[in-house]
């Protein structure tokens, strides 16, 4: 329970970074470069997508524009995602299919980030077993969208934290 909260944790913080506008990457246009180096296919790299089953396409379909370009460790990661995917509760397939369309839209910088925070959040020391967990999130489940607005730090300058 915990790695899942840190794991959409770190997406969010990897949006946000990454939606944020980095003076680095305005100075130095070759930064694009390895991104796009990303993007290339990974010759030999298997299975490709035509080798998985009808069934597991239909259930890696968000990851299929960019499948040829993952590392074997993460395709076999998905492919044990699709095996244990069956099995799942229909809630849980829909929570995986959102986080999986949720990880496809993110740019190869944005994932990037998105693992490391992940690192660091895994490595970051665990909570006493004393507190509750499960009941700091039922609390802030049942925070009014005011109340959880609230919480957001304040120099937030993600597009989709704006009022319009």
């Known amino acids: ?9 770190s997406l969010c913080i990897a949006a946000g970074t990454a939606a944020q506008p980095s003076a680095d990457v305005a100075k130095k246009p070759a ?8 993007a290339q296919p990974k010759p030999g790299v298997r299975p490709a997508w035509a080798e998985l089953t009808a069934e597991q396409q239909q259930i890696l379909a968000p990851l299929k524009p960019d499948w040829d370009t993952l590392d074997p460790d993460r395709r ?5 995602i699709a095996k244990r995917y069956p099995r ?8 995986v299919q959102r986080r999986m369309q ?12 998105a693992r490391e925070n992940y690192k660091h959040l895994d490595k970051a020391p665990r909570p006493a077993p004393n507190k509750d967990l499960r009941q700091a999130w039922a609390e802030y489940q049942a925070l009014s969208p005011h109340e959880r607005e609230s919480l957001v730090p304040p120099a937030s300058t993600d597009p989709r934290r704006q009022k319009h």
């Open 1 to 9: 329970m915990l790695r899942l909260l840190l794991a959409a944790l």
């Open 102 to 113: 949720a990880w496809a839209r993110l740019t190869p910088e944005q994932r990037r980030q």
């Open 76 to 80: 076999q990661k998905w492919i044990g």
């Open 88 to 95: 799942m509760k229909a809630q849980e397939q829909e929570r």
């Open 31 to 38: 930064a694009a470069k390895p991104a796009a180096k990303a």
